[in-house]
């Protein structure tokens, strides 16, 4: 059974930074396709950053420019670093593994104030 945990969330005003993380309980999901995931109130879970076994990226047009996923093999932690955070951003925020997912974590709770 594969654990993954977030944690970092809070709350921060708009124009501020954050970075979440995920800790995964199996590195070779360390090392595979890894996703962020977020779902805001009544609305439908949305990706948002993705990076790929060779360590590719890809982001949702929302969070480019924004976001960085990344990754620390030896931890077995996926991060992902918010810039700029707009209210929009507000959601829970879930880590997710492989690609496409079969385990998910608890969710962080992210809130951006205007």
């Known amino acids: 059974q594969v654990q993954l945990a977030e944690s970092g969330g809070g709350s921060v005003q708009a124009g501020g930074a954050l970075k979440i993380s995920c800790l995964i309980s199996?590195?070779?999901?360390?090392?595979?396709?890894m996703s962020w995931f977020r779902q805001a109130p009544g609305k439908e879970r949305e990706p948002v950053a993705t990076?790929?076994?060779?360590?590719?990226?890809i982001y949702a047009d929302s969070v480019k420019g924004r976001f960085t996923i990344s990754r620390d093999k030896i931890e077995n932690t996926l991060y992902l670093q918010m810039h700029s955070l707009k209210p929009e951003d507000t959601a829970m925020y879930y880590c997710?593994?492989?690609?496409?997912?079969?385990?998910w974590g608890q969710g962080t709770q992210v809130t951006v104030s205007a």
């Open positions: 199996k590195d070779t999901y360390s090392r595979a396709c």
């Open positions: 990076i790929n076994g060779d360590d590719s990226t």
């Open positions: 997710a593994a492989p690609c496409p997912p079969n385990y």
